[in-house]
């Protein structure tokens, strides 16, 4: 990144937009002509930037998204590869399959054999966590900002500083509560574009962005599994009896929406305590 120019914010910001567009209308295949008219640049523009930014093309970028969901719902869910397809948007089992064969290099039904070969191969210790239970998330208000790049857990608070804190100050009006979004599976995502929103939940409507690099995002209802751990060092085992233990006995699937990290500090006997409520979207199967 040519860091001499002075336009570099403002482009970085729009390509930010541009991914974050291109993210939520994934599925619909938008053509890179509706993004350019979206942000107001030329074709021309929005590839040589995009690129610039991302190191690969809007196009390409694009497509990659709608693979990885796939990917995720063959390896998370009991779907059907057919069902799958048609979920991502493919038309049709042959276009998927060599659309999927030619980015993974493996057809659908091998990559999901490869991916449950490997996987538990190396799960990370079960620890059941402190509250679980099914429920139905209202919708929720938040305020975002995007991060690119896989991170640690233990990491993960430490950058919700640096990226939310200095702002808080300027929420006005209403409660406000430390979140983060995650929105892909890192063990089927490059680490370099895992995407994860940091920045608060609100409680009412009449508060606005901190700042321009803010967005608003309305999280619709949804039926999700609620986890409540406290302390850091327990989050990890909590995932991992979630996914591998309680799961499979009770028949349920994520279902690839963004996993929402709710994080407070509470006072206990011994102090305070960092409490991390996570809710995780389950997928409806017909």
Known sequence: MA??????PTSLNAMRAAEIWLHEKST???????????????????RRNFNRFFGISPGRYRDSLRLERAALLLCRTPMQVLDVAISCGYRSHAIFTRA????????????????????YEGVTQRRPPDALALDIQPETRCFLTRHYGDVDWKEQPRLWRRYAQPWQRRLKGGK????WLYHDDPNITPAGRVRIDFGFMIDRDCMTPPSMGFRQV???????????VYGQDNVIGAIAYLLYDWMPTHNECISGEPVTVAWREETASHGHVQCFELGVPLLTLH
């Open 3 to 8: 860091m001499h120019e002075t336009s570099i």
């Open 28 to 46: 619909d295949s938008p053509s890179i002509r509706e993004l350019a008219n979206y942000l107001g640049y030329s074709e021309a523009q929005i």
């Open 100 to 119: 999927f064969h030619g980015y993974f290099g493996a057809s659908p039904s091998e990559y999901r054999r490869r991916f449950h070969d490997r996987l």
């Open 176 to 179: 406000s509560t430390p979140v």
């Open 218 to 228: 309305r999280l619709p209802p949804r039926r999700q599994v609620r986890m409540r």
